[in-house]
């Protein structure tokens, strides 16, 4: 029977050796986990820093879910409340490993690697911190918008937009300088003096970013227009879509969208079409040199009749018919009306109904509409000779 044990010991410490695990053998727990792996650091301590990271990456990809499917849900009720676990669960995984790592490499025994270890320990936590901030901006934005939709305002539409990407801007550029000075181990004080030496710089290699941010301060002081009105500018003509730090979008009636540099936009000359408080038509009815002058008197009250009292009219601004010209092939009837309020599709409706009218009763009153026309005189005709010049010389040479 013990040589028989002595067998399975032997085969048991082969099977060991085969694996590379000869050296546990005949050890308690104790002595395992103080075994010294990596750079002398006991299995405790790099079991420690697998563990921790194992455990809060995958509750960070956990916090992920959870917190996206109930923000999800909450997104029509509640958006604050929703975008707060929204962007939570977006940072959640890359702060998460942050946190583990921290606590992981703090169990090391670094050595000489240990400054450089927990400078990059700090870059990679700064960088989740950075990262998470910059996430909630999004919660910032959804306040100012669901704040900026109970206004009657749409400046504050204008400024929400603008607001959120200078808060981004400013997370970036605070990360940035946080790991520099971590980088480079000076203070905070002795960076900025250094960013003001070369400012000037990047001033002079960035004068049409300037240029751009000053004119959206200029566009927001003197407000020309708002978001969703209706401009027209250099022939862009559409509704406005967005307002942003360097540029704004015009999204044009046939479904274009149009980016103009607020610099130049700032020098334009802007038509904004939503502000117009009416719809001024000006057209021209022409018919036929032949209609006697009853029947042009007839078709000037048939026009007074269906523009009176109109749809629409404002009684400041009655519409206007007139008798104007002898055009070269036709006489000219000039109509103006004013259609209140500016809604397009209405006017156009009116329009619809206004020539349907005239075409009806000009019809049924036998005024003819006038189009380009030639008259030719033909030799011959007892009504118009051509031949009196002709017959006058005749006589002169027989005188």
Not at 7 to 25: I, K, N, P, R
Not at 372 to 381: E, K, S, V, W, Y
Request: aromatic share 8%; proline share 4%.
């Amino acid at each position: 029977m013990i040589s028989h044990n002595g067998a399975e010991v032997s085969t048991v410490y082969s099977c060991l050796s085969c694996l590379g695990l000869s050296t546990f053998y005949g050890m308690n727990f104790i002595e395992i986990v103080n075994i010294k792996v990596v750079a002398d650091n006991e299995l405790w301590r790099v079991a420690g820093l697998f563990v921790l990271l194992v455990v809060t990456i995958g509750a960070g990809k956990i916090l992920k879910v959870v917190l996206g499917k109930r923000g999800a849900d909450l997104i029509e009720r509640r958006p604050v409340t929703s975008a707060a676990l929204l962007c939570l669960g977006r940072a959640a995984p890359f702060l998460a490993f942050a946190i583990g790592l921290s606590g992981g490499v703090s169990l090391l025994k670094l050595g000489a690697a240990a400054g450089f270890m927990e400078t990059c320990v700090a870059v990679i936590f700064t960088l989740a911190i950075a990262t998470t901030v910059y996430f909630f901006v999004e919660l910032s934005t959804v306040w100012m918008t669901q704040h900026a939709a109970r206004t009657q305002s749409k400046m504050d539409d204008m400024l929400v937009p603008i607001l959120s990407k200078s808060l981004r801007a400013t997370v970036v550029i605070l990360a940035v300088v946080q790991i520099a000075q971590i980088l480079s181990g000076k203070e905070l004080t002795t960076m900025l003096a250094g960013l003001g030496i070369g400012g000037l710089a990047v001033a002079l290699a960035a004068q049409d970013t300037i240029k751009n941010f000053f004119g959206s301060v200029v566009l927001l002081a003197d407000k020309p227009f708002e978001i969703g009105d209706r401009v027209n500018i250099d022939g862009h003509d559409g509704p406005i879509e967005e307002v942003g730090l360097r540029s704004t979008r015009i999204r044009t009636l046939d479904g274009h969208v149009v980016t103009i540099p607020n610099g130049e936009l700032a020098n334009k000359s802007i038509q904004n079409i939503a502000r117009r408080p009416f719809i001024k038509r000006i057209f021209n009815i022409t018919i036929t040199y032949d209609t006697p002058p009853s029947k042009v008197q007839e078709a000037h009250a048939i026009l007074e009749s269906i523009l009176k009292d109109h749809d629409g009219m404002d009684p400041e601004l009655p519409p206007r018919v007139y008798f104007t010209e002898f055009n070269d092939a036709s006489l000219n009837l000039l109509c103006i009306y004013w259609f209140h309020p500016p809604e397009y599709w209405d006017y156009l409706a009116f329009t619809h109904k206004v020539n349907m009218q005239i075409l009806e009763r000009f019809n049924a009153a036998g005024i003819d509409f006038a189009f380009p026309t030639q008259t030719l005189h033909l030799a011959g005709d007892p009504k118009r000779p051509l031949d009196i010049g002709l017959r006058d010389r005749k006589e002169s040479v027989q005188l």
